[in-house]
């Protein structure tokens, strides 16, 4: 193997590195430079040997440049230095290395200086910073809550918003689980269940989609939000931002929107159902008054007794009905304005339940009424109002039931209540319109069958009996019959 030639071999070194190498006398003059240093600050040799060194460095570094080589001259140190060079074009060259002192008989002779290009690292790093402020300066500014989180659920970033949502300060959370922060205690299994499926597929069901979900405040009461989580990754490891926006005052105007909808239904309802209750009661009324009329005038040409007793009987019928109809209308305003008086007494319960039937079944020829069985038990009640509960019960048994021709009645002791109920084999109530049956007014469309009727009956019925401290209940089904209960407590007098 040849030996070195320190020479050829220094030389080609110096000629060929990318490092910036140049050799400076004492005063500053530039006595060598080697390609790299020409072609970075894009001179040729004889445009800067013997020029001054400072002729090339940025006015921004002459003075660090200056403090810097005047230490290493008087050998006070040899750290490394980051400077500015200027190009002949004007643009600025960052490098960082090392000025060193070569001295004859401790007689400083000349320096020479090594260098680093690191102009495109500095500036990457500058765009980098300058993209951080700026994303900082939005996320502080941003008009919603932004929250950051990795995969681990650590909160990163607490905007000045959040802390405003949430009450709590960026100190207080960053960190921190968010989970155990912000998110309810209902909703925190279904949150990681979330997230650890979307580290496993990269599936994430709530991910860049606003949704409306309620978070957790700092003083513990839950208020509605609406939120958005993007996902980034970055090094490596998921990033979720979150925008939150607290819509408390969104969601109270929408509710009372919704609200005063349901209030202008329910009174365009109302209305209907009045204008339709007026036109059914002038209905009610009209057709006794138009038979009783009937039997006035056929009354006024008749002279035989037997005919015109007859005929008064069948009249007096009609007032009973318009009697009925009247009292019951007069009770629904009654029950209104709370003004019913019941004069309670000691009734023997069945001779009552006994009475009642029999006068209901003068008055009809199409069913059978029957008394199944009957407890021996008092009650302390209203006679006049039970008997209307009876009545009520027991007509409406009648005209729902046009098919059949019986109606069962059974009464019995249970506990301390005396349970009654009427049994009829009509047509049936269907399920969706059970609750609302004991409502004002409230009458099943039967849309094959007219039933005539003001919706009054079970709403003045139920009234009675909750006064008696009594329950009223219904068990039905449609095209088979219905059961109407109700039950009294039975009196203690004995
Ligand atoms: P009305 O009979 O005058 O319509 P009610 O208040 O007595 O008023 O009854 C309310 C509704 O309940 C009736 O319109 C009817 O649809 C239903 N209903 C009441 N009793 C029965 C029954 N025994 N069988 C079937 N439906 C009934």
């Known amino acids: 193997m040849k030996s070195l030639n320190f020479d050829v071999h220094f030389k080609d070194l110096f000629d060929s590195t990318s490092d910036l190498i ?52 008087s050998k006070s140190g040899v750290a490394d230095i980051e400077f500015e060079f200027v190009t002949k074009s004007g643009s600025r060259v960052i490098v ?58 650590i909160i990163q970033e607490w905007n000045p918003k959040a802390e405003e949502i949430f009450d709590f300060s960026s100190r207080e959370v960053v960190g921190q689980p968010m989970v155990d922060i912000i998110i309810p205690q209902q909703f925190r299994a279904a949150h990681l269940q979330g997230m650890s499926r979307f580290l496993k597929t990269g599936e994430g069901q709530l991910l860049n989609k606003t949704i409306e979900v ?12 609406s939120l958005n989580i993007s996902s980034v990754k970055i090094d ?32 365009k309802n109302d209305e209907e159902k009045k204008d339709q209750f007026i036109s059914m009661a002038s209905h009610e009324l009209k057709t006794p008054l138009t038979s009783l009329k009937a ?60 009475e009642s039937i029999e006068s209901v079944q003068l008055f009809t020829v199409t069913h059978r009424l029957e008394i199944e069985h009957c407890d021996d038990a008092c009650c302390f009640a209203d006679v006049l109002r039970l008997e209307q509960v009876i009545h009520n019960l027991l007509t409406n048994a009648i005209k729902y039931s046009p098919g059949a021709n019986r109606i069962i009645v059974s009464s019995r002791v249970t506990g301390n209540e005396l349970v009654t109920s009427v049994q009829d084999f009509g047509i049936g109530i269907a399920k969706e319109h059970l609750d609302d049956i004991f409502s004002r ?24 009996v909750e006064r008696h401290s009594g329950n009223l209940w219904v068990v039905s089904e449609p095209g088979k019959g219905t059961v109407f209960n109700f039950s009294l407590p039975i009196s203690k007098s004995d």
């Open 295 to 354: 039997f006035v005038q056929l009354l006024e040409r008749n002279n035989s007794p037997d005919r015109a007793l007859q005929l008064a009987g069948r009249a007096s019928g009609y007032v009973r009905k318009l009697e009925v109809l009247i009292g019951d209308l007069l009770d629904v305003s009654k029950i209104k304005a709370d003004k019913i008086n019941y004069h309670f007494q000691e009734v023997n319960f069945k001779k009552f339940l006994e």
């Open 236 to 267: 490596h490891e998921w990033l979720f931002i979150a925008f939150i926006t607290d819509i408390t005052k969104q969601k109270a105007l929408q509710e009372e929107i919704i609200r005063q909808q349901v209030l202008l239904l329910q009174v």
């Open 441 to 464: 007014f409230y009458r099943v469309d039967n849309a094959d069958m007219k039933f005539q009727g003001l919706g009054i009956g079970l709403f003045i019925t139920k009234e009675i």
């Open 96 to 153: 960082e290395g090392q000025v060193g002192c070569v001295y004859d008989q401790k007689e400083p002779v000349y320096t020479r200086g090594v260098f680093r290009n690191v102009t495109a690292k500095r500036e990457t790093e500058e765009t980098l910073i300058k993209h951080q402020r700026r994303l900082q300066t939005f996320i502080e500014n941003a008009p919603s809550a932004v929250v950051i989180i990795n995969e681990q659920q």
């Open 214 to 225: 309620t978070a957790l405040h700092k003083s513990g009461h839950e208020f509605p939000i």
């Open 22 to 73: 140049h050799f400076v006398d004492i005063e500053g003059k530039i006595l060598k430079t080697n390609p790299a240093w020409l072609k970075t600050l894009e001179y040729g040799i004889e445009e800067v040997l013997n020029q001054n060194i400072f002729s090339f460095i940025s006015p921004a570094s002459h003075q660090l440049f200056k403090t810097y080589r005047d230490l290493v001259i």
